[in-house]
């Protein structure tokens, strides 16, 4: 039982540490997902150019999402018509380039992480269209939008199908300060929420459980941590198959990325492990049934290889100009709740979330969390009117 207590107690301080985090981070991704319309969203990305992809970073950016919603949008982009490898550069920025991760990493790891992820993002986009552009050839391609035709369920389909957008024209600031743009924030931010919730309480109590009762001398040996070029070298390699057999996905895995550098994992080993949370075994099985075991297998090996690239760049572009964090400096967060920043920061934003809860019960939300893991044939029209 104390060992319990103690995973439990280290889950709980993580908790605290991160909730006005999520919270400041979903309220953004919720405003510009208010006013954004998916339909644009669509036009957009019909071709796989520099300048396609990097809007469809963009626009991954602003449409945050767990790694499940993010998958089944990719695929109804593509349905919709998008270019197949932008529908990719939209899917992984919007799983790891978005605010709320950034604000997480901080607080639990350092500024230096977040500065990586949006150095590390990037990259791993440019290498995955040149390998696409390389080796996805027309057939396998023409195989993938077959199978994506059919429509099998995979996970948040309801959400991908969901288009929950302020109709109203106008300027960007009329719109979101009317009572439309006030519903939609409102939906979007608990919807956002929901999505979320089950793989971030996994990954905080599988974080508490590895810290409370795997040793660090275990991770110190496993990550070669006592030789520094073979950790160096070994780190991105070794840490997307982490990922891969963790089962926890989107911000659900920053918890165990903290307690794997504080146990000896690289700078660019712990990149390399979040940027694959798109990696992990269920998520590998959605792709399977989106595309066909085919595409899966190739988006397992092409992510698999962006991944570990993108890792190196960081590792040795920041040990270049000596940004690494100082591993022994790397602590868990245990003391709770105590009178601080935090603490005030925290009360500010649930208070916060609060009334876009009460906004949302208050509006209908129910109704539209009900259809989140519907079926891909949800409609996609759930814009708002006047309310």
């Known amino acids: 039982m104390p060992a319990i207590l103690h995973a439990l107690s280290i889950t709980g301080a993580m908790t605290w540490e991160i909730t006005w985090a999520l919270i400041l981070g979903f309220t953004l991704s919720a405003i510009v997902q208010a006013v954004v319309r998916r339909s644009t969203v669509v036009r957009l990305l019909g071709d796989d150019r520099p300048r396609t992809l990097a809007r469809a970073a963009g ?13 089944a949008l990719a695929r109804a982009l593509f349905r919709r018509g998008a270019n197949f490898t932008a529908a990719m550069a939209f899917e992984i920025a919007s799983t790891n380039l978005v605010v709320e ?39 396998l391609l023409r195989e993938a939008r077959a199978q ?15 288009d929950m957008s302020v109709r109203r024209p106008g300027p960007f600031l009329r719109r979101l300060f ?9 939906h ?15 990954g905080l109590l599988i974080a508490g459980a590895v810290a409370a009762w795997v040793p660090d001398t275990f991770w110190r040996g496993f990550f070669f941590a006592g030789h520094p070029l073979a950790a160096r ?22 918890p165990l990325a903290v307690v794997l550098w504080k146990g000896g994992i690289s700078f660019g080993g712990v990149v390399a492990f979040v940027f694959a949370d798109l990696l992990i075994l269920p998520i590998l099985n959605i792709y399977r049934k989106y595309y066909g075991a085919r595409m899966a297998a190739f988006l397992l090996a092409t992510f698999y290889v962006a991944t570990v690239v993108a890792g190196y760049c960081v590792e040795f572009l920041f040990g ?23 603490t005030w920061l925290n009360i500010v934003f649930l208070g916060l979330a609060a009334v876009l809860l009460v906004r ?12 989140m893991g519907g079926s891909p044939a949800v409609s996609g029209d759930h814009g708002h009117g006047a309310q």
Do not use: K
């Open 59 to 71: 626009l991954g950016v602003a449409s945050s999402s767990c790694s499940y919603a993010a998958v």
């Open 101 to 139: 991760l950034g604000v997480i990493m901080a607080l639990l790891m350092g500024w230096q992480f977040t500065v990586a992820e949006f150095i590390g993002g990037p990259i791993m986009i440019v290498v995955l269209a040149v390998l696409f552009r390389l080796l996805l050839r027309e057939p």
């Open 148 to 162: 994506a035709e059919r429509g099998l369920a995979g996970a948040m389909e309801g959400h991908a199908a969901m």
């Open 178 to 186: 009317s009572a439309e743009g006030f519903t939609a924030t409102s």
């Open 188 to 202: 979007v931010f608990v919807i956002e929420w929901a999505a979320i919730l089950r793989d971030l309480l996994v």
């Open 233 to 254: 070298l070994w780190g991105p390699l070794i840490g997307p198959v982490v990922a891969v057999v963790s089962f926890v996905c989107s911000i659900g895995n920053v």
């Open 320 to 342: 270049g100009v000596r940004l690494v964090p100082d591993q022994a400096r790397a602590r868990l967060p245990v003391e709770g709740v105590s009178w601080n920043y935090t």
């Open 360 to 371: 949302f019960v208050r509006t209908g939300g129910f109704a539209m969390l009900r259809m």
